[in-house]
């Protein structure tokens, strides 16, 4: 059965500078990430190539929610790895909350 988990919230430091919503490669079904309320600005979800100043990612203003949801069953048996997920807000210390339904290990 799935379940869903929370991660602990991804804040940037410093703006320009992507991170990685986690260093660790979690697997995941679906994840879902939230703009925190208390952001002023812009937070940008991409790849590694995410840039809030090259306007290139997903642009989330605060509480708005994207979710990565794979398409194909291949997709969703191998999941998303959570570690190739970065944000990139336009202010320092801003960032998101992420949710995620772990790959299922089988029955």
């Known amino acids: 059965m799935a379940s869903l988990k929370t991660l602990a919230n991804k804040t940037v430091t410093t703006s320009g500078t992507p991170e990685a919503i986690t260093a660790v490669g979690t697997r995941a079904e679906k994840v879902i990430i939230e703009a ?3 952001n002023t600005n812009v937070v940008y979800v991409g790849d590694a190539n995410v840039s809030f100043s090259g306007k290139r ?3 989330l203003l ?3 929610t994207y979710v990565i949801d794979p398409s ?3 997709q969703r048996d191998e999941g998303i ?3 190739t997920i970065f944000v990139d807000p336009q202010t320092n210390g801003e960032g998101v909350s992420i949710s995620y339904i772990e ?5």
């Not at 790959?103 to 029955?107: H, I, M, N």
């Open 72 to 74: 194909s069953d291949d």
């Open 62 to 64: 605060a509480t708005k």
């Open 57 to 59: 990612g997903v642009s």
């Open 36 to 38: 925190l309320s208390t």
């Open 103 to 107: 790959v299922s290990k089988g029955v």
């Open 81 to 83: 790895n959570m570690a």
